[in-house]
């Protein structure tokens, strides 16, 4: 009788699992540590090799045509594959894929450090992209796999929210830091100690978790996924930096085909490798249309702020890292506070919110100058960063239980492919507005014409021309340079604002009614190994 009371009541401890409730694995929250180092060294990695690119500039001597493939060919690739990868670990495993990646891009890190020519580290850089593809959407489907109670899953997601913004943060501190001690390379190698650890550990703590019935992997597919999002990403970042052109235009067109026939084919075949049917749920399409805009609005203005830090106010690599801290400061406390605001107050109610205080905090730099004072820039970014610590942490949480968890990968994926695209346009689309407003500077009486087309392209440029000019021409030059980029940033900061706005009144309607936890039957793919399964035959075992 003792027997078949125990057998019983793992069963009904395993069907409560199944069900989405229950205490969850054990270990589960020292695996989530495993998870935040991949997540906090992909975020650290996409953000170092800024600092990095004028010291590998003169030891490399790439053209500048090279020079622009180093620093877009990793996140092309990111964004072309995210989406496959996803389905690739529902199909073999996603702690599989996981640390098959790791070890991937550990390895790759040391081509990357001791590239000996620009075309060498243009292929390392698109391998570390490939790594990188399978970290991101594995970490956060495992999340599902670990956690049952959606509470605990909604603070987990929080935690792995956090790491990202933290490494997003700290990446430009540590590579400050590396870069005035060390060589280039060693913003590279400091993957390989973190890889390690979370190879070691992951291996022991982290479940296996996959499709029961995957169906075979749509090799087709996955090169549809990756010429339309290269091509697209390609087409937009280029038409921002250089304007349109028959390059430009062959890539759009290439890339908008792409995912046309990528979309038909997977609501052809019977085993896509994304569920187009997903987009039919309001709240997976809004919460992936929130990200989407969101990222969008912010990207090309966080990319511009760098600049305004460094070029226009005369801070170092190292101290405008630490300026921007307060962003980071305020996503991690709100990632860590959005599951119980989401669930005390609305869905909606947190993501729209948090979208709105980003809005009017970003339209706060409309008053922006040369000369604004630090607390003004520091309450802006702990704003932002508050308001899309609590949107995204919740967006994110939205859209992985909204599918079923044989396609957590996938659904983990559209995610990240979402806040890719997001990025690509914000700095196009920003980005254009910033440089059009910049280039139409008058510069000073004197300049020769070679040094005004240089100072035109940049504001970069415009330092390094200053530099070869008499004191009082360059500063001059320097001045109505910093005026032009502070002016277009002013209006690029306006637009944002206006987009983040816009995005905070769709996310209130499309997020109408959802909750958090709110799901599909949970399927035994949330259970490692199947022991979900296992367990509520149990008591037919023991009736036999």
Wanted: hydrophobic share 55%; net charge neutral; glycine share 14%.
């Amino acid at each position: 009788m003792a027997s078949k009371t125990g057998l019983t009541t793992r069963a009904a401890r395993a069907a409560e699992a199944a069900r989405g409730h229950g205490p969850g694995r054990p270990g589960r929250w020292l695996a989530l540590s495993v998870l935040v180092l991949a997540v906090l060294l992909v975020a650290v990695d996409a953000t170092v090799l800024g600092l990095a690119t004028p010291f590998l500039s003169e030891d490399l001597r790439p053209s500048g045509t090279q020079l622009l493939w180093i620093g877009d060919i990793y996140s092309f690739v990111i964004a072309g594959l995210l989406v496959s990868m996803g389905a690739l670990g529902d199909r073999i495993g996603r702690k599989r894929l996981l640390l098959i990646g790791a070890v991937a891009f550990g390895a790759v890190s040391v081509l990357n450090a001791y590239a000996t020519s620009p075309g060498m580290m243009i292929v390392a850089r698109a391998l570390l992209g490939v790594a990188g593809a399978t970290l991101m959407p594995a970490t956060l489907a495992l999340i599902r796999t670990l956690f049952h109670d959606p509470k605990e899953r909604s603070l987990a997601i929080g935690v792995w929210g956090a790491a990202a913004s933290a490494g997003a943060a700290v990446g430009p501190v540590v590579g400050g830091f590396l870069l005035e001690h060390f060589w280039w390379g060693s913003v590279f190698l400091i993957n390989l100690p973190v890889m390690a650890v979370l190879v070691v550990v992951g291996a022991r703590l982290l479940p296996e978790s996959k499709n029961p019935a995957p169906g075979p992997w749509d090799l087709p597919g996955v090169l549809l996924s990756l010429v339309g999002i290269v091509g697209v990403v390609y087409a937009v970042k280029e038409a921002a930096a250089h304007g349109p052109g028959w390059d430009v235009a062959a890539a759009a067109v290439a890339g908008v085909t792409a995912l046309v026939r990528f979309v038909r084919r997977q609501l052809r075949i019977r085993h896509p490798l994304l569920d187009m049917r997903l987009f039919a749920h309001r709240g997976f399409s809004g919460a992936v249309l929130a990200d989407l805009l969101t990222i969008l609005g912010l990207s090309g203005l966080v990319f511009f702020l760098s600049q305004y830090l460094q070029l226009v106010q005369g801070r170092g690599p190292l101290e405008a890292g630490l300026a921007e801290l307060p962003a980071a400061v305020g996503a991690v406390v709100a990632g860590l506070l959005a599951g119980r605001a989401a669930r005390r107050f609305s869905v909606r109610l947190v993501v729209a919110g948090g979208l709105a205080a980003v809005g009017l905090a970003t339209g706060c730099l409309v008053v922006l100058s040369q000369h604004t004072g630090y607390p003004l820039l520091g309450a802006v970014l702990l704003v932002v960063g508050a308001g899309g610590g609590f949107s995204f942490t919740v967006t994110a949480d939205v859209i992985l239980t909204a599918v079923p968890g044989d396609q957590a990968g996938a659904a983990s994926a559209v995610s990240e492919t979402a806040y890719e695209l997001g990025a690509a346009l914000g700095i196009a689309v920003l980005g254009s507005i910033v440089t059009g407003v910049y280039r139409g500077f008058p510069a000073p009486a004197g300049v020769p014409d070679g040094a005004t087309a240089a100072a035109h392209e940049s504001l970069g440029g415009a330092v390094r021309v200053a530099d070869g000019l008499p004191a009082h021409q360059g500063a001059e030059l320097v001045a109505a340079a910093q005026e032009a980029f502070v002016h277009g940033l002013r209006i690029a900061a306006g637009a944002g604002a206006v987009v983040l706005l816009a995005t905070s009144v769709v996310a209130w309607f499309l997020l109408r009614g959802q909750r958090l936890g709110d799901s599909p039957a949970e399927s035994a793919a949330d259970s490692p190994a199947g022991e979900v399964a296992d367990g509520a035959r149990e008591p037919e075992r023991a009736a036999r």
